[in-house]
C-alpha cells in the first residue's frame, strides 16, 4: 500500500537537492506543527449514538493561518491527512497566498447518512475542533464529500458556539465568517468559488500547454479522459468541453463511460450530468452533443479509463490512482492532476522516463484555495467582490504560477513537481 505521507516526503525530498536548507529547516519540513485528533458521538436516526473519529492536521502556519479542507470518507486516516496538510502547505505557496497548510476529515461514508445525520456530523465535528480555528487560526473549506451546504451547517455551528459566551455584532460576524471558506453565496461565500477548482485547472493548462508540447494539436481536437465526476471533474469537464476539447471519458465512483470513437465524439459533460441526476447513476449516460443514447458510448472500470489513448488525462478523484503498476500502460502525453496526490512517486518516475508530462496537483488545482483566499479576504474586509474581478484575479494568479514553474522546471531540468515543490520550499523557508 502506498502511504500518501511517504510519497509526499519523497517529492519534497527530491526538491531539497536544489535548496540550501539548515539540518533544522529541512526536518520542520517533515513534521506538521499541530494534530487534532477528536472523537465524537452522533445520534443516528435510529436512536443510536454511534462515535466518529476524526482530524485536523495543521501542517505551516509560516505563511499566515492554516488553510485547507475538510474530507468525509471511509479511507481518511492519520497519513493521509498530514499527506494533504502538508500539499495544502506547498501549493498555497505555489500560488503565492498568504495562507499555511492544514487539513481535516472524518473517517465516514457520508452516502451511507441520511440528511439529517450528515448535518450533526458536520456540526459535532466543528464542535469538537472549535478551539482550534478561527480567522488567524485555521481556515477550513471543503474537500471530497463536503459541499458549501456543509460549510454552512459548519459556520453555523462555529457561530452558535462563539455567540455563547459574547454578543457578536454585525462586522465582527462578517469577520468570525472568514473561518470558513466555500459557504454558499447567500451566507458569506464568494462568487466563483464553486466552479474555482476546475478553472483554475483550466487556465494552468492554457499556459502551459504549447510551452510542453509544442504543434501537439496539428489543428485537431485534443481528446480528455477524466477520472472523478464531483465537483472538480465536472468544472474542469466544463471547461475543457466549452473550449473546444474532445472528452472521450468520464467517470464517477462506481464506474466510467467512453465514447465508441475518442476523437470523434465528445460527450457533453452538461447533459451527463443532467442524465446522471435523472438516473441516479453514469452509467449509460453517453451525451454526445445533446443525445443521450446508449448507442454512443460503453461502460468501463474506474480505473480502465486512466489508460484509454487519450491526450490528456485528468485524475480528480483519490490518492495513488497512478502507480507502479499501471503507470507502464498509461498512453495520455499530458497528465493534468486536479485530485490531490494521485501519482505515487514511482509512477512520476516512469511518466518522467516516457516524456508524459505531469502538471502537479499543488499547481493545477490551487485555484480552489486561490479563490478561498479571496472569499476570506472578502469576508474580513466586509466586501463582495463580482464574478468578474474573480476570475480575472484567478487567470493572473495561475498564469504567473503555471510560467514561474515552468522556467525553473526549464533552468534546472526537472519535472514540473519538483519544479513545484523547489518554488515552495523556498517560500516556506525563505531561502534561495
Ligand atoms: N480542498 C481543496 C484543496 O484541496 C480546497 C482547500 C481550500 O479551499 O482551503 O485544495
Redesign the pocket.
Same mark, same amino acid.
Given at each position: 500500500m502506498n502511504n500518501p505521507f511517504d510519497n509526499a516526503i519523497n517529492q519534497l525530498e527530491k526538491a531539497l537537492e536544489y535548496v540550501k536548507l539548515t539540518p533544522e529547516q529541512s526536518e520542520r519540513l517533515k513534521y506538521p506543527e499541530k494534530i487534532i485528533t477528536v472523537n465524537f458521538p452522533v445520534e443516528m436516526d435510529n436512536g443510536q449514538k454511534k462515535l466518529f473519529h476524526g482530524y485536523r492536521v495543521q501542517y505551516s502556519s509560516k505563511r499566515g493561518p492554516y $488553510?485547507? *479542507?475538510? /474530507?468525509f470518507h471511509h479511507q481518511v486516516d492519520m497519513n493521509e491527512m498530514k499527506a494533504?496538510a502538508f500539499?495544502?502547505a506547498v $501549493?498555497c505557496a505555489v500560488a503565492d497566498i498568504p495562507?499555511g497548510g *492544514? $487539513?481535516g476529515g472524518v473517517e465516514v461514508d457520508p452516502k451511507k447518512l441520511s440528511d439529517k445525520e450528515l448535518e450533526k456530523l458536520s456540526r459535532a465535528y466543528v464542535a469538537a475542533i472549535a478551539n482550534e480555528i478561527g480567522p488567524e487560526i485555521d481556515?477550513?473549506?471543503?474537500?471530497?464529500n463536503?459541499t458549501s451546504q456543509i460549510m454552512n451547517w459548519m459556520v453555523d455551528e462555529f457561530m452558535r458556539i462563539r455567540s455563547r459566551n459574547q454578543k457578536i455584532g454585525n462586522s465582527e460576524k462578517s469577520r468570525l465568517m472568514a473561518t470558513f471558506? *466555500?459557504k454558499p453565496l447567500t451566507n458569506g461565500g464568494s462568487e466563483g /468559488?464553486t466552479a474555482?477548482?476546475g478553472r483554475g485547472g483550466f487556465y494552468v493548462l492554457e499556459a502551459l500547454l504549447e510551452k510542453i508540447k509544442p504543434n501537439m494539436k496539428e489543428g485537431r481536437k485534443l481528446t480528455v479522459a477524466i477520472q472523478g465526476f464531483g465537483n472538480v471533474g465536472y468544472y474542469i469537464a466544463k471547461f475543457l468541453y466549452d473550449a473546444g476539447f474532445s472528452i472521450a471519458a468520464l467517470s464517477d465512483s462506481r464506474g466510467a463511460i467512453v465514447v465508441n470513437k475518442i476523437g470523434q465524439d465528445s460527450l457533453n459533460p452538461e447533459e451527463v450530468f443532467k442524465c446522471k441526476k435523472e438516473k441516479g447513476s453514469l452509467a449509460g449516460c453517453y451525451c454526445v452533443g445533446s443525445v443521450c443514447d446508449l448507442k454512443l458510448g460503453r461502460n468501463i472500470t474506474n480505473t480502465e479509463i486512466l489508460e484509454l489513448p487519450v491526450d490528456i488525462l485528468v485524475p480528480a478523484a483519490l490518492e495513488n490512482q497512478l502507480n507502479e503498476k499501471n503507470a507502464p500502460r498509461i498512453k495520455a502525453n499530458i497528465i493534468l492532476e486536479m485530485a490531490?496526490g494521485p501519482t505515487t512517486p514511482a509512477a512520476d518516475e516512469i511518466f518522467f522516463k516516457k516524456n508524459i508530462t505531469v502538471i502537479p496537483?499543488v499547481l493545477a488545482?490551487?485555484g *480552489?484555495?486561490?479563490?478561498?483566499?479571496f472569499e476570506w479576504k472578502q469576508n474580513l474586509e466586509n466586501q463582495k467582490w463580482s464574478e468578474k474581478k474573480v476570475n480575472s484575479l484567478l487567470k493572473d494568479k495561475m498564469t504567473k504560477a503555471s510560467l514561474d514553474i515552468f522556467e525553473i522546471a526549464r533552468v534546472k531540468q526537472t519535472d514540473l513537481r519538483t519544479a513545484a515543490f523547489i518554488t515552495a520550499v523556498r517560500r516556506l523557508t525563505s531561502a534561495s
Open positions: $488553510k485547507g *479542507g475538510i /474530507r494533504l500539499w495544502m $501549493k495562507m *492544514g $487539513k481556515v477550513p473549506a471543503p474537500d471530497v463536503t471558506t *466555500g /468559488r474555482a477548482t490531490n496537483d488545482n490551487s *480552489g484555495v486561490t479563490v478561498s483566499y
